[in-house]
């Protein structure tokens, strides 16, 4: 029971606040311009379940739980998510007997002004309403790898030099080698380890052309990325980690399930060597403990300044060798401080890498290089990945999967289809165009652009829920 609910308000958090955020997003430029908001729904869409008014707008949680909605007066056409119809706006102004004291009817009379009416105000006006909310999801993606930077820094990358090749992996079989410095991978000259990470995630098994410099010579290799398939998505992995220097090798944590905690080993104690190698960073430990593949294991140890040897073994868990130790995440993941302008280029940099994979992931489909059912989550997905990475690393992991989700967000929102804000804003250029020709847009025709836009919309979440479920029976 406790699983569910940490699951239910990992799901809450993560989609509620992507959500309202682009809402209010809505709400805050019609508030800046004056425009009144009728309804802000915080949750769900269709009928009022219960909720509260502050001035002249009902902030509300609604029955249909699917998103949420900003109302603004006299744009009737979302009254289909309340379940009602949508009016062109003299019905609307005549149902509400709606004016201004100018037309010489008393001011009395009118219970809002036109001056409040959204449909009445200028196209550039609807135009920042309608980019409010993707600008919103684009300010919270920035901001959370932002403040993440100044507070803990940001994560050093190392240059891209070889500091351990798996053995029988992807890097061995192409030739590299430990202490080899790439200096060409996949087309681009001195790439960072994360680029050439991307890189292999979006081409497994595809060959790649790499350039390494060893003892002063360059060599031509291709490296294929070995291909791993979880939950039915793939991605390929290079087999090599980055040299990342010197550090105190620290145990910070032990398995119980595993050798180590049996065998004398204690959080501490500082690991020197093993099988007689001296090790000086983690990545050569768990290489030495890896390829030892369950034969006995000699760990050299200095614990409070006393050298101790302690002999253990690998047990395999997880599919990997291990001992049973954990390490100083700090030392896993170093940060260095930066100040806002590095902050700033960081946060930037996380939102273009993000970008940058997602258009090449669905670029690949575009020419069949990558299926459909591999690349795109729907609400199924994304509420596996939340859920999983809850339970994995807890409601500070949720961090990054609300910055690429709200960056999503935003980015979908400005598709030019009908129900989006990019839809609404082509709209609004449709209706621009026409007014040179003193024509406007009827009622029927806005009626039948809101209902295709309709039935894309829901096309695509059927096809991406339908991907979703198809991966459960997919190894």
Do not use: C
Not at 5 to 12: H, K, P
Not at 103 to 126: C, D, F, I, M, T
Request: charged share 20%.
């Amino acid at each position: 029971m406790t699983d569910f609910l940490i699951a239910i308000l990992a799901i809450l958090f993560v989609l509620g606040v992507a959500i309202n955020i682009h809402e209010f997003g809505h709400f805050a430029v019609a508030k800046l311009f004056g425009m009144r908001v009728e309804a802000y729904s915080f949750f769900g869409l269709g009928p009022r379940l219960f909720g509260f008014k502050i001035g002249n707008t009902d902030y509300r949680i609604s029955a249909i739980p699917l998103g949420a909605y900003v109302k603004l007066y006299g744009d009737d056409e979302t009254s289909p998510l309340e379940g009602g119809k949508s009016k062109d706006l003299e019905t609307f102004l005549d149902e509400r007997n709606i004016g201004s004291a100018e037309e010489g009817k008393g001011a009395a009379a009118y219970e809002v002004p036109k001056s409040e009416l959204y449909e009445l105000r200028p196209r550039w006006q609807k135009f920042f309403v309608m980019l409010g909310g993707p600008f919103m999801n684009f300010v919270l993606s920035l901001s959370i790898p932002f403040i993440v930077a100044l507070t803990s820094g940001v994560p050093i990358n190392p240059a891209p030099i070889v500091g351990a090749v798996e053995a029988n992996g992807a890097a061995a079989a192409a030739g590299v080698k430990a202490g080899d410095r790439v200096v060409s991978f996949h087309g681009i000259d001195n790439p960072s380890w994360d680029r050439m990470t991307d890189d292999a995630i979006l081409n497994p098994d595809k060959a790649l052309p790499m350039t390494i410099e060893r003892d002063g010579q360059r060599l031509d290799l291709t490296i294929t990325p070995t291909k791993v398939t979880q939950s039915g998505q793939s991605a390929g992995f290079l087999d090599m980690d980055a040299d990342v220097g010197s550090e105190p090798v620290v145990v910070s944590g032990l398995d119980n399930e595993l050798p180590a905690s049996k065998d004398g080993i204690l959080i501490g104690d500082w690991i020197k060597a093993v099988n007689d190698q001296n090790v000086n960073n983690v990545q050569a430990v768990k290489r030495l403990i890896k390829e030892s593949e369950g034969t006995p294991v000699k760990l050299s140890i200095d614990r409070n300044g006393q050298p101790l040897t302690i002999s253990t073994h690998a047990g395999q868990k997880g599919g990997e060798w291990r001992v049973g130790v954990a390490f100083d995440p700090t030392l896993l993941n170093r940060r260095e401080k930066v100040g806002v302008g590095a902050a700033a280029a960081f946060a930037l940099d996380q939102n273009l890498r993000i970008l940058r994979m997602t258009g090449s992931a669905l670029g690949q489909v575009g020419t069949g290089e990558r299926s459909a059912r591999d690349t795109v989550s729907g609400p199924i997905g994304i509420i596996q990945v939340i859920v999983a990475t809850v339970f994995a690393s807890g409601f500070a992991g949720l961090v990054a999967i609300l910055m690429a989700i709200s960056l999503s967000l935003g980015v979908m929102n400005l598709l030019p289809i009908p129900m989006l804000d990019g839809g609404q804003i082509m709209v609004l250029g449709v209706e621009k165009v026409l007014s040179w020709f003193d024509k406007t847009l009827s009622m029927a025709a806005r009626e039948r652009i809101q209902l295709t836009g309709l039935a894309i919309v829901l096309l695509l979440v059927v096809t991406v829920s339908f991907f979703d479920i198809s991966r459960f029976f997919v190894k």
